[in-house]
């Protein structure tokens, strides 16, 4: 459908979509099911695309080569991610101080600073932390090891 129209809607949430498929593909995302199981670990995928991409970790395909410096990643995302290093470029802005960043994840991780938004809480002392990699650091202080 290429009038823009998206009669399949989520009754769940209410998002639409232009394609029966797509909407089946969404509802997935509610039920947890995961139909496309790994034959190598059993892990389980909501899409068949997802399951595709993942064995590559099993095969160590990687059919993604960056022409600048020839280093090969099994998702274009990845290098569509690495190849920042060479241009520079910041596509995400932090809409507050104007920072930028190369990945998605690194501007949400910042905003937490504006924010004050901690989402990851020692379950021992309660305290706060805005990444998970800060949380499992002072939980050493707790378990005695350094």
């Known amino acids: 459908i290429h009038s823009g129209e998206k009669p399949f809607t989520c009754p769940t949430c209410r998002k639409s979509f232009n394609r029966k ?3 089946t593909q969404h509802q997935r995302s509610h039920t947890g099911e995961k139909p496309f199981t790994c034959p190598t670990c059993r892990k389980g995928f909501n899409q068949k695309e997802a ?3 993942h064995q590559r970790i099993h095969s160590g395909k990687k059919p993604f080569t960056c022409l600048t410096c020839r280093k090969s990643f099994s998702l274009k995302g990845n290098l569509t991610k690495h190849q920042r290093i060479h241009t520079g470029e910041m596509p995400f802005t932090c809409p507050t101080c104007r920072k930028g960043f190369s990945e998605k994840s690194n501007l949400i991780k910042h905003q937490r600073i504006h924010s004050g938004e901690k989402p990851f ?4 002392c309660r305290k706060g932390f805005i990444e998970k990699h800060n949380l499992t650091q002072h939980q050493l202080i707790h378990t005695g090891e350094k």
Not at 121 to 124: A, E, H, K, S
């Open 21 to 23: 498929e797509a909407l």
């Open 51 to 53: 399951l595709t991409q």
């Open 121 to 124: 809480t020692c379950p021992t």
